[in-house]
């Protein structure tokens, strides 16, 4: 079955945020409410990241093209910011820019970049010549003392400047979470994901989080997913011809979810090509 084949009577929910995936948004009947967010768990290359990528470029095409076709309840994020943890902005334009047939430089330049690797990196035991590009010492010793703040302290301050409605993608929620290996410290992160819940519903905006399957502890994986609205997995399977195919499976989405049972539609079929990214190829009915 295909997203065209699905029965769209339903009501479609007003004022979303798109993904800018063609294919899926009809599934999500139009896209993410304001004030959601997603955390995004995923095998390894099973299209977590692509996803994102996916997400953020469609997005950022539609805002520079003037006459863009968007759904009647489609609304555009005033700003796309993506948040990277340990790579830098020219490694994740460029990835995307090979992702697509066409180049997508252009297109990605109402993407906001924010990188977080000099805090990530500078606690760690990585040679400081690795990751950063100051020049001299007066630089470094300039940088090393703005390092000092806690690093989910310097993000917040960043998120409190953009505007409403808004669209953020962290990529990735897995390093920031192996911060905090105490019991005793991981409580404090997950208040913070909460606070963040509540903070983006003031705001309007809605968030990605890609997390790597398999790293936490299952019950710190729990307690992620208890903190947000929509808990997408990105996993293979082997179909019945021995043939291995990604699947995106909805474990939780407040809103929609039922929705998508009534339909006994929550686990996808997708696919990553070079003219559209990330697609959802099939839907699979859960029974």
Same mark, same amino acid.
């Given at each position: 079955?295909?997203?065209?084949?699905?029965?769209?009577?339903?009501?479609?929910?007003?004022?979303?945020?798109?993904?800018?995936?063609?294919?899926?948004?009809?599934?999500?009947?139009?896209?993410?409410?304001?004030?959601?967010?997603?955390?995004?768990?995923?095998?390894?290359?099973?299209?977590?990241?692509?996803?994102?990528?996916?997400?953020?470029?469609?997005?950022?095409?539609?805002? *520079?093209?003037?006459?863009? &076709?968007?759904?009647?309840?489609?609304? $555009?994020?005033?700003? #796309? +910011?993506? =948040?990277?943890?340990? /790579?830098?902005?020219?490694?994740?334009?460029?990835?995307?820019?090979?992702?697509?047939?066409?180049?997508?430089?252009?297109?990605?330049?109402?993407?906001?970049?924010?990188?977080?690797?000099?805090?990530?990196?500078?606690?760690?035991?990585?040679?400081?010549?690795?990751?950063?590009?100051? *020049?001299?010492?007066?630089? &470094?010793?300039?940088?090393?003392?703005? $390092?000092?703040?806690? #690093? +989910?302290? =310097?993000?917040?301050? /960043?998120?409190?400047?953009?505007?409403?409605?808004?669209?953020?993608?962290?990529?990735?929620?897995?390093?920031?979470?192996?911060?905090?290996?105490?019991?005793?410290?991981?409580?404090?992160?997950?208040?913070?994901?909460?606070?963040?819940?509540?903070?983006?519903?003031?705001?309007?905006?809605?968030?990605?989080?890609?997390?790597?399957?398999?790293?936490?502890?299952?019950?710190?994986?729990?307690?992620?997913?208890?903190?947000?609205?929509?808990?997408?997995?990105?996993?293979?399977?082997?179909?019945?011809?021995?043939?291995?195919?990604?699947?995106?499976?909805?474990?939780?989405?407040?809103?929609?979810?039922?929705?998508?049972?009534?339909?006994?539609?929550?686990?996808?079929?997708?696919?990553?090509?070079?003219?559209?990214?990330?697609?959802?190829?099939?839907?699979?009915?859960?029974?």
């Amino acid at each position: 079955m295909t997203p065209e084949q699905i029965n769209s009577d339903d009501k479609p929910m007003s004022g979303v945020i798109p993904t800018g995936i063609p294919s899926l948004d009809p599934l999500l009947f139009g896209g993410l409410p304001p004030g959601t967010l997603v955390l995004l768990i995923g095998e390894s290359g099973a299209g977590c990241e692509e996803f994102t990528y996916t997400c953020a470029a469609s997005l950022s095409q539609m805002k *520079s093209a003037p006459k863009a &076709r968007l759904a009647a309840n489609a609304i $555009l994020p005033e700003s #796309i +910011l993506y =948040v990277t943890t340990t /790579r830098r902005k020219e490694d994740i334009v460029n990835e995307i820019s090979r992702a697509f047939t066409r180049d997508m430089r252009e297109e990605l330049q109402s993407i906001d970049f924010f990188d977080l690797s000099d805090m990530y990196f500078e606690k760690s035991l990585v040679p400081l010549q690795w990751y950063s590009e100051h *020049s001299n010492i007066i630089e &470094r010793m300039q940088s090393k003392t703005r $390092l000092n703040d806690n #690093i +989910l302290t =310097v993000l917040a301050n /960043r998120l409190d400047q953009a505007p409403n409605h808004s669209l953020f993608v962290l990529n990735t929620l897995t390093e920031l979470a192996t911060q905090f290996p105490a019991e005793t410290a991981w409580p404090s992160f997950t208040a913070y994901l909460r606070g963040l819940q509540r903070a983006l519903t003031m705001w309007d905006s809605c968030m990605y989080l890609i997390l790597a399957r398999g790293v936490l502890k299952p019950w710190q994986e729990c307690e992620l997913e208890d903190a947000c609205d929509a808990v997408i997995h990105f996993q293979w399977e082997v179909s019945s011809t021995a043939k291995r195919q990604r699947v995106l499976y909805i474990e939780k989405f407040r809103g929609i979810l039922p929705q998508l049972e009534e339909k006994e539609l929550v686990k996808f079929i997708v696919k990553i090509t070079p003219a559209q990214g990330f697609e959802v190829n099939n839907v699979r009915a859960v029974v």
